[in-house]
């Protein structure tokens, strides 16, 4: 039977890192030594671009990924934006405070397949969140044969989040930025991070970064607002990668996470189960009916 | 499989409500039928009413998935699990759109513990329909109107000389007809059931428009602009969800009570409302009206489904048609559908 009951957290901490967006450190609570490897949740198992679903008490529920898998402690991050009902309410609580989640649920990114390729990640606003997992492992591979380029597109300097994160990866691999809105002539738009930057969509830095590479990515990864990744999985297709070797992860609202509430249908199939990642191959084919 | 013939329900019925809480369709006094629970034979001797052929209102989804029902209860410091823990309880003369319903949902909730928990507590008794009903197309949607093998714990037939065939289908049925003095019957019965089967599919208006559309709908042919002007019919009232005996989606919601404790609840919701979809940055996938009413057709009758359960998810129960005050029910929207002109997305079409 499927469990829909969340396990307690208590709110350990908090950053704040971008506009109206936190980076929360939480900890599971209630469980006994080793449980966390029985446990109904499977806490332990957690694969990047999994997500969970953190109930705040007496307002509800909503999905988010984890920026930090649960350790041996229980203890996870996950990035938030103060966005809805449910967000406001968590960015009101202290740390101490108790809260639920349950998880992990869906299908995250195709590791197996990124694992030694050269691989392209575009990312928009709060769509970093779901990689960081991800950019995490691979940067950091010793006898690292990948060959990682991250295009970060942001709304404006404000918007940009993730920075100590973004920070520690550009030592290991090629990072450009765009911006909507550059900054005036006054302001230097890199002048925290030594990174390319240009102004507009990541269309505007895509052939540029494509360029870095020897031979084109064998695997593009992308999260953001969905008409961008819309218009970047068409561009790459164009440039000549093949659509299941482009991978979205998409955004929608949940009330279940298991497949039963019917909330983030595509088609035949649920965002939460099936997804949140797709192939643009599966998508299309999911979207033409 | 065992097959009997009573001369009289009656026993049956309060046999029947000695072990299980009794439910069974009644007319009301401005002639709607609906399900109800029969008082308890345990307290008093009940004269049960006779088994009348009329639909339901609404289908038996509510049975298993409640209109509404608690979750989870927090305390301030743990969550738990309310699960229901209904009485066992008999459904007395389903028939046989909403037992493939049952039966769909079964697939739909295999592991939903609070779907399960009431549906396990459950004795189906299942009734043949023997003539058609408004607005029902049972047959075209392999739905009825025979009760299908294996989807009722009992069957019920009725014969031409008032007495009745009473079917043994499950382990269930058989045990709770246990106690009850019954004569097994030639299986001959069987084959006179066929027959009379037959001959109700036959009597059963010509729909082929339904065909047709249900084709239509899978030849991905149909322009948005069809669904778009059908929409502007539709008033999000969620009158179909709500009757559809698969319709199935929920939201959840909170309901705070003292000292930061709390329970949460999951209710019926509907597709067709504007902010199903919509999230928390307002970002909403089925914003256009038109994108809702096709999902819901779609959801119905496209062949995609056909993997998870080996059928379309209409039932042929016509409910949607009876309730819908746009006028865009199951027959009117197959028709406009068949009488649509092959168009393309953009253009127009004539029926607006």
Redesign the interface.
């Known amino acids: 039977m499927l469990n829909h009951i969340p396990d307690s957290i208590e709110l350990v901490d908090y950053i704040d890192d971008g506009e109206q967006a936190r980076h929360y450190r939480f900890r599971l609570l209630n469980l006994k030594k080793d449980q966390i490897k029985n446990h109904p949740h499977n806490w332990q198992q957690v694969q990047p671009g999994q997500f969970f679903m953190l109930n705040v008490p007496s307002v509800g529920e909503a999905p988010f990924t984890f920026t930090e898998p649960p350790n041996e402690q229980g203890e996870f991050k996950a990035f938030i934006r103060q966005m809805g009902q449910v967000t406001s309410a968590l960015f009101n609580m202290q740390r101490g405070d108790i809260l639920g989640a349950r998880g992990p649920f869906g299908r995250g990114w195709p590791v197996d397949i990124i694992n030694n390729n050269k691989t392209l990640i575009v990312a928009g606003g709060c769509g970093l969140a779901p990689l960081v997992t991800l950019i995490d492992k691979l940067s950091e591979k010793p006898d690292n044969k990948q060959q990682l380029v991250l295009i970060y597109a942001a709304r404006n300097k404000a918007t940009q989040m993730l920075t100590p994160e973004r920070a520690h990866w550009q030592k290991q691999i090629k990072i450009f930025n765009t911006l909507d809105e550059y900054p005036h002539t006054s302001e230097d738009a890199s002048d925290e991070l030594p990174v390319t930057t240009v102004q507009g969509s990541p269309l505007a830095i895509l052939p540029k970064a494509l360029s870095t590479f020897t031979s084109p990515p064998t695997t593009a990864l992308l999260c953001g607002p969905e008409v961008m990744m819309n218009s970047v999985a068409s561009y790459l297709t164009e440039y000549g990668m093949t659509s299941d070797a482009i991978f979205l992860a998409l955004e929608r609202r949940m009330h279940c996470a298991v497949g039963l509430c019917g909330h983030c249908y595509i088609n035949h199939q649920y965002v939460c189960k099936s997804g949140p990642t797709f192939s643009w191959q599966e998508l299309m084919q999911l979207k033409a009916n | 499989m065992k097959i009997y013939l009573i001369d009289d329900l009656q026993h049956l019925q309060q046999h029947l409500a000695q072990s299980y809480q009794f439910h069974q369709v009644v007319t009301n006094s401005d002639g709607q039928c609906h399900w109800q629970q029969i008082a308890s034979a345990a307290t008093k001797p009940v004269v049960h009413e006779p088994l009348i052929y009329e639909k339901p209102q609404s289908s038996a989804k509510s049975f298993f998935f409640a209109e509404q029902e608690s979750?989870?209860i927090?305390n301030?410091?743990?969550?738990?699990?309310t699960l229901p823990t209904p009485k066992p309880f008999v459904l007395f003369g389903v028939q046989s759109c909403d037992l493939t319903a049952i039966h769909y949902q079964d697939k739909?909730?295999k592991?939903?513990?609070?779907y399960?928990a009431r549906r396990q507590q459950c004795l189906l008794v299942g009734l043949d329909c023997i003539s058609p009903c408004e607005h029902g197309f049972c047959p075209t949607v392999n739905a009825g109107p025979g009760v299908k093998d294996g989807y009722a714990d009992i069957i019920l037939h009725s014969l031409v000389n008032k007495q009745w065939l009473l079917i043994a289908q499950t382990i269930k049925g058989s045990k709770a007809l246990q106690g009850l003095a019954l004569t097994e019957t030639h299986w001959h019965y069987l084959t006179q059931r066929d027959l009379v089967l037959h001959q109700c599919e036959n009597e059963f208006p010509d729909d082929k428009y339904i065909t047709d559309g249900i084709k239509k709908i899978n030849s991905?042919e149909i322009s948005s602009e069809f669904w778009r002007k059908l929409a502007i019919q539709c008033l999000g009232c969620s009158g179909c969800t709500t009757l559809c005996p698969t319709c199935?989606?929920?939201?959840?919601?909170?309901i705070?009570q003292d000292n930061?404790h709390?329970s949460?609840q999951?209710f019926w919701?509907s597709?067709l409302y504007e902010g199903?979809?919509?999230?928390?940055?307002f970002?909403n996938?089925s914003a256009e009206a038109g994108t809702r009413v096709q999902?819901f057709w779609?959801h119905k009758f496209?062949n995609?489904?056909f993997?998870?359960f080996s059928r379309h998810g209409c039932v042929g129960c016509g409910r949607c048609e009876q309730t819908c005050p746009g006028v865009i029910g199951i027959h009117s929207v197959m028709k406009r559908l068949t009488e649509e002109k092959e168009q393309k997305n953009g253009q127009e079409d004539t029926n607006a």
């Open positions: 979750v989870l927090f301030g410091e743990y969550f738990q699990e739909f909730f592991d939903d513990p609070y399960q991905g199935s989606c929920y939201g959840t919601r909170t705070k930061n709390f949460q999951r919701d597709c199903f979809q919509r999230e928390a940055s970002n996938p999902r779609q496209g995609e489904f993997t998870e």
